[in-house]
């Protein structure tokens, strides 16, 4: 099963989702209103920066900086969701023979490709998310130095659509590269895992698929009822 900085975090959260998205490719049903409409505004995003339709109100307050992005993808200087896949040893390799995934929204370079962004369109809560988004960019900023090797410096940017905010962290090098290890090996820990067991609590199972208001396959989840 490739990895992805969503599996750890599913994996952490509770070994039993884990495996039942994961590992058994357990369809989860019917999308919730708000994940269909994070997937229509960052597919409107996209667009307007290839230039195929115009600004959707929702991204106003990004106007400036997506009017930027499109003029880079204009010019060459910008891709968009880009299917990045890598080695155990975090060696850049073909999507489909990937240990680790990383999708992208968008990545925009200097001209002389030493410096770049990363974006990422976030729909939804940012308060209580910090950590888990700020690990989001640790793990975008490895991938990308494993990348693009003449990459000097990055930032990587969260656009909050609901919030009219963005986040920005900037990493050089060295200090990007320190948190290769750390993902490592907690991805190699995962690899170990036998057992999966479920990690019930009001939280998590609140938006669990797999538990009793969901397809059941978890018996022990807790119910919204």
Known sequence: MPHSITSIHNFRKCKLFYKLKHLDYVPEGKKSDAAERGTFLHGEAEHFVMGTKALHPELNSFNYELHVLRGLYAEGRASLEGDWGYTNDM????????????KLDA??????????VIIDYKTGRKHGNEIKHGEQLQFYAVGAF????ELEELTAELFYIDQDD???????RPQAMRFMPRWQKEMAAIDATK?????PNIISCKWCPYGPDGTGHCVKGLSKQ
Not at 107 to 116: G, H, L, M, P, V
Not at 146 to 149: A, D, E, G, K, L
Not at 195 to 199: I, K, T, V
């Open 91 to 102: 060696i850049a390799t073909p999507w489909k023979q990937r240990y680790v995934g990383m």
């Open 146 to 149: 494993n990348r693009y090797h």
């Open 195 to 199: 057992e999966f067991p479920a990690s």
């Open 166 to 172: 963005i986040t920005k962290v900037r990493f050089t």
């Open 107 to 116: 990545i925009a370079f200097s001209e002389d490709k030493t410096y770049a």
